[in-house]
């Protein structure tokens, strides 16, 4: 008998489940007989001008992606209105090793006159008759040098170093921080 009572009892706890299964499908249902024809999100979906818009964008960042730059450069950097420190130091710097400077003469009463030339970067002594990249060295004399070059007469003073641009220096003097104690 006691058989019979548990066979009873799985049948009215299925029975009772597919009722309450029952129900809960039906509220589902009518649920989504209340969704609106209209969306509530309506106002913030995309009209067909942003959606050609967004798809032009996503064409160009592709076309991008693809595109190969024959530059060495950084592509983003040519052509800047505005240098920065580092551009600045090395248009000083290659402007320095592209100049044929006159550094030193030295001229003694006895024994060779030479004088020291700088170019690319180099200082190379040269004496009377050495070439160098102006000519041929014709005389050295005291604070100059007389060359000759494709058949003119040329004259090369002793020469400074340029100036360094003001941000160039002004930023270092920043960087360096003297050492105040407080005792």
């Known amino acids: 008998m006691e058989e019979k009572y ?4 799985i049948i009215a706890l299925v029975v009772i489940l597919l009722i309450a299964f029952g129900f809960k499908d039906h509220s589902l249902y009518g649920k989504i007989k209340k969704i609106p024809k209209e969306s509530k999100y309506k106002k913030i979906a995309l009209g067909d001008d942003l959606m050609k ?6 064409r160009s960042i592709q076309d991008r992606k693809q595109f190969k730059f024959t530059v060495k450069r950084d592509p983003l950097e040519q052509d800047l209105i505005v240098k920065t420190i580092k551009d600045l130091e090395k248009q000083w710097k290659e402007e320095v090793e592209n100049m044929v400077r006159l550094e030193s003469t030295i001229v003694p009463e006895k024994g060779r006159k030479r004088a020291a ?11 009377i008759g050495d070439e160098f990249a102006k000519g041929k060295i014709t005389d050295i ?8 070059y494709n058949g003119r007469k040329g004259i090369l003073k002793i020469q400074k170093l340029p100036e360094k641009p003001v941000e160039i220096v ?5 960087a360096k921080k003297t050492r105040a104690y407080n005792w």
């Open 6 to 9: 548990l066979k009873d009892f």
């Open 141 to 148: 004399r005291e604070g100059k040098i007389i060359y000759m």
């Open 117 to 127: 030339i700088s170019f690319k970067g180099k200082t190379k002594l040269y004496s």
């Open 53 to 58: 818009q967004i798809r032009n964008i996503e």
């Open 170 to 174: 002004k930023k270092k003097t920043k």
